[in-house]
């Protein structure tokens, strides 16, 4: 029964489960309040007002687990009109089912939901260590990819436009006055291949250090105005190049670029999958 549970449990919530550029998991308000039985949107949002409360006070920074977005509604005369919505990240969800009404059945299996999944998405430095090289790369490359999102919505909000001088002013204070096309260049890869599916662990894990920096100095200092937010990024990016040489690092632009890149992997990974799949169906 609890495994019958569990899945259904599964199927509705990951129906309604959106994925972005960023492979960042979000769900819409809207769509969430109807799986909860809120027929009312203003008795949802007063279960959402409290979850981030709840969000506020676990020290979490709330724009990074809400956004607010205008979607168009079709009415019954088929005329549209614009509507409140929010895209909401795992977490807030997880408070949002903690806030909402206990003796509504499907309200028990969201908190059951949201509280393994948000288990399955964390892991222990134990598990970490047992991982691959490639699959430690694969790991800290959505990081990096999940943190690169926040950042650049906390340098909109800061004003900035131009978000490729953005991100290079971070590579300049990093690489040493490399831009992100340098670093291209000098990894000779390939028209389209991204920098960051082609660099190693060490890499990735100073480029994450680099981007979650900034992001929390943008928010903690209050910093306004694109060319404030470049200068940021720069000098952040210049830090952490310091931090490597002061322990005796090797300096990103000298660490080596791995044979595959992670869209190779992946496509590999795919391709083995199938044949896999062949086989088990011949069998059959």
């Not at 260049?185 to 250090?209: G, Q, S, T």
């Amino acid at each position: 029964m609890k495994k019958m549970e569990n899945e259904y449990a599964n199927s509705i919530f990951e129906n309604i489960k959106h994925i972005d550029d960023y492979e960042n998991e979000y769900w819409y308000a809207r769509e969430l309040s109807k799986v909860l039985e809120y027929k009312d949107w203003r008795n949802f949002l007063k279960v959402l007002n409290k979850a981030k409360e709840a969000c506020k006070n676990s020290g979490f920074i709330i724009d990074e687990q809400l956004v607010e977005v205008n979607k168009l509604s079709k009415r019954n005369n088929n005329a549209t009109a614009n509507i409140q919505d929010y895209k909401l990240s795992r977490y807030i969800c997880y408070l949002i089912l903690q806030n909402a009404d206990p003796s509504k059945e499907v309200v028990a299996l969201g908190q059951t939901y949201f509280a393994i999944q948000t288990r399955k998405q964390e892991i222990t430095e134990q598990e970490y260590d047992s991982l691959s090289d490639d699959e430690k790369r694969f790991y800290q490359r959505k990081l990096t990819k999940q943190g690169n999102y926040t950042l650049q919505r906390v340098a909109s909000a800061a004003g900035v436009k131009n978000m490729a001088e953005f991100h290079n002013a971070g590579y300049k204070g990093l690489y040493n006055g490399e831009t992100a096309d340098d670093i291209f260049k000098r990894k000779k890869l390939r028209y389209r291949e991204d920098i960051l599916d082609n660099m190693n662990e060490d890499e990735l894990v100073a480029n994450l250090f680099r981007i979650n920096q900034t992001k929390q100095k943008l928010l903690k200092d209050n910093i306004q105005g694109e060319k404030k937010a470049k200068d940021v990024h720069y000098e952040v990016g210049k830090k952490v190049r310091k931090a490597i040489a002061d322990i005796g690092g090797m300096m990103p632009e000298k660490m080596p670029t791995p044979k595959k890149s992670l869209k190779e992997l992946e496509k590999e990974k795919k391709q083995l999958e199938n044949k896999e799949n062949k086989k088990l169906e011949g069998i059959k």
